[in-house]
């Protein structure tokens, strides 16, 4: 399949890093290109070719795998469509090695908006519990080329549109769209072009998971009648579906005469963080390991065992009665609904690049739940504004552009008008990088802020 193809690297960054190695294993001749000649210059002694800043595939390159961040509309990629050389991203060439293998590991894939870590986090849970050899991977951080590579039984996938609009042939045993919200349109184009990526994820699987509560997921799944359909929601399942009754997780699915019988997966109490956003994961994630096979035992062993990652809604610490949370990991308006709809009183710290997104259905949603809102970054004025107009009667403060130490003068701002009971909440619904490396930066910046307040002795670490 790829023992003497001339395979085209567009990326020296994590892709270049795993494809590399794989392709030239595989006996490909591999040229990599990449415009940042210091990361390139990493891959020296490999190997490949190293060629900076090609705008056109080399004479013979018969295929380009590349770095899901590269535009569909960047010279390289255009240049090798117009020449009819197939581009691929590093998911698609995963997928494509693991076919040459005796035994190829299951794919469980997992994509939405919102959600994807979370879930893929709970799902290896379950399957680890569940006693088989699984891993996270995917844009979770994990290369899945490496994973393919490394001999484990199911890979909880985690992808991403940019990683779907370049896969074609992925064949999942079971596969998820958690939800579809506006999010990286500037990459996309429109809320369609988005969907539909996003949507690729089902194209060959064969058990389809769809929320019925989101349209876009429902309607996705729908276009894919031939695979087995199965659902979840929030309330009481109907046969096929995973869902609520009073305090426990039902499966109504994966059971014997669905029509008549249910099964208890777990309680309420198992799922965290909680919140109805983080049920609607777990449910999403049982859904994949029950269509794996693994117990109803394993599900609720898995979910108890379950720790959420860094900057999702993690509570930093309890000063004063104030519980102050970090999901910095909010990065567009429909994450952060999730998180503030998961809360009674909340001083919310918002603000950053909204990337086009609106907020206004955002704020209409949770005005009633707002003690006050402090807003930095970017795009403040527009949140400022939807504030405005769908809560009116919400204290707004807003850090000035220039502030030396934003994320702290945010937290002393939440922490005058907060009361004992209330939540301050980082939930940002925006982007980071007008202010911060990355939302990791900005969930680091807002814990040192909180640690540093008066009477932070019960700080959470």
């Known amino acids: 399949m790829f023992a003497g193809r001339h395979v085209l690297v567009a990326g020296a960054g994590v892709t270049g890093k795993s494809a590399v190695p794989a392709l030239l294993e595989l006996g490909a001749r591999v040229t990599v290109t990449d415009g940042n000649a210091a990361r390139l210059a990493e891959l020296e002694g490999l190997g490949a070719e190293l060629v900076p800043g090609l705008a056109e595939p080399p004479e013979g390159v018969?295929?380009?795998?590349?770095?899901?961040?590269?535009?569909p509309s960047s010279p390289l990629l255009v240049a090798a469509a117009a020449a009819g050389v197939e581009v691929i991203g590093d998911v698609e060439l995963a997928w494509r090695l693991g076919q040459t293998m005796?035994?190829?590991?299951?794919?469980?894939?997992v994509t939405g908006t919102n959600g994807k870590t979370t879930t893929v986090?709970?799902?290896?849970?379950?399957?680890?519990?569940?006693?088989?050899?699984?891993?996270?991977?995917?844009?979770?951080?994990f290369s899945v080329l490496d994973a393919v590579r490394g001999g484990y039984e199911a890979l909880a996938v985690e992808l991403s549109s940019f990683q779907?609009?370049?896969?074609?042939?992925?064949?999942?045993?079971?596969?998820?769209?958690?939800?579809?919200?506006?999010?990286?349109?500037d990459w996309h184009g429109s809320l369609a072009a988005y969907a539909a990526d996003k949507g690729k994820i089902h194209k060959h699987s064969a058990t389809v998971v769809r929320n019925a509560e989101d349209a876009w997921?429902?309607?996705?799944?729908?276009?894919?009648?031939?695979?087995?359909q199965v659902a979840f929601r929030l309330d009481t399942p109907r046969p096929g579906e995973l869902g609520l009754v009073e305090d426990l997780l039902?499966?109504?699915?994966?059971v014997a005469d669905p029509a008549h019988n249910a099964e208890e997966l777990c309680a309420v109490a198992d799922v965290r963080p909680a919140g109805p956003h983080n049920l609607a994961n777990a449910l999403a994630a049982a859904s994949l390991a029950r269509a794996y096979g693994v117990?109803?035992?394993?599900?609720?062993?898995?979910?108890?065992?379950?720790?959420?990652?860094?900057?999702?809604?993690?509570?930093?610490?309890?000063?004063?009665?104030?519980?102050?949370?970090?999901?910095?990991?909010?990065?567009?308006?429909?994450?952060?609904?999730?998180?503030?709809?998961?809360?009674?009183?909340?001083?919310?710290?918002a603000g950053g690049l909204l990337k086009g997104a609106s907020v206004d259905e955002l704020v209409a949603a949770v005005a009633?739940?707002?003690?006050?809102?402090?807003?930095?970054?970017?795009?403040?004025?527009?949140?400022?504004?939807?504030?405005?107009?769908?809560?009116?009667?919400?204290?707004?403060?807003?850090?000035?552009?220039?502030?030396?130490?934003?994320?702290?003068?945010?937290?002393?701002?939440?922490?005058?008008?907060?009361?004992?009971?209330?939540?301050?909440?980082?939930?940002p619904a925006a982007a980071s990088m007008d202010m911060f490396r990355d939302y990791a930066h900005r969930g680091e910046a807002f814990a040192d802020a909180v640690r540093n307040l008066p009477d932070g002795a019960s700080d959470r670490g």
């Open 62 to 71: 018969g295929l380009v795998v590349t770095s899901p961040g590269w535009r």
């Open 102 to 109: 005796d035994e190829p590991p299951k794919w469980l894939a």
């Open 121 to 141: 986090g709970m799902l290896e849970s379950m399957l680890r519990a569940g006693g088989v050899n699984a891993i996270a991977c995917g844009n979770i951080g």
């Open 164 to 185: 779907l609009h370049w896969s074609s042939t992925l064949a999942p045993h079971a596969s998820v769209v958690l939800n579809v919200a506006e999010d990286h349109l």
């Open 217 to 228: 997921s429902s309607r996705l799944a729908a276009e894919h009648g031939n695979a087995r």
């Open 250 to 254: 039902i499966d109504r699915a994966f």
């Open 295 to 349: 117990s109803t035992e394993a599900v609720a062993k898995g979910l108890r065992e379950f720790r959420p990652g860094a900057h999702r809604a993690v509570e930093v610490a309890e000063v004063a009665g104030v519980r102050y949370i970090n999901d910095s990991k909010a990065t567009n308006p429909h994450a952060a609904a999730g998180s503030l709809l998961a809360h009674h009183t909340v001083v919310w710290i």
């Open 368 to 427: 009633s739940r707002l003690r006050a809102a402090v807003l930095l970054g970017a795009d403040s004025e527009v949140i400022a504004a939807a504030l405005a107009r769908h809560a009116p009667n919400v204290p707004v403060h807003r850090v000035p552009p220039g502030d030396d130490e934003p994320m702290s003068s945010a937290v002393e701002a939440a922490r005058v008008v907060a009361r004992p009971g209330d939540v301050v909440l980082l939930a």
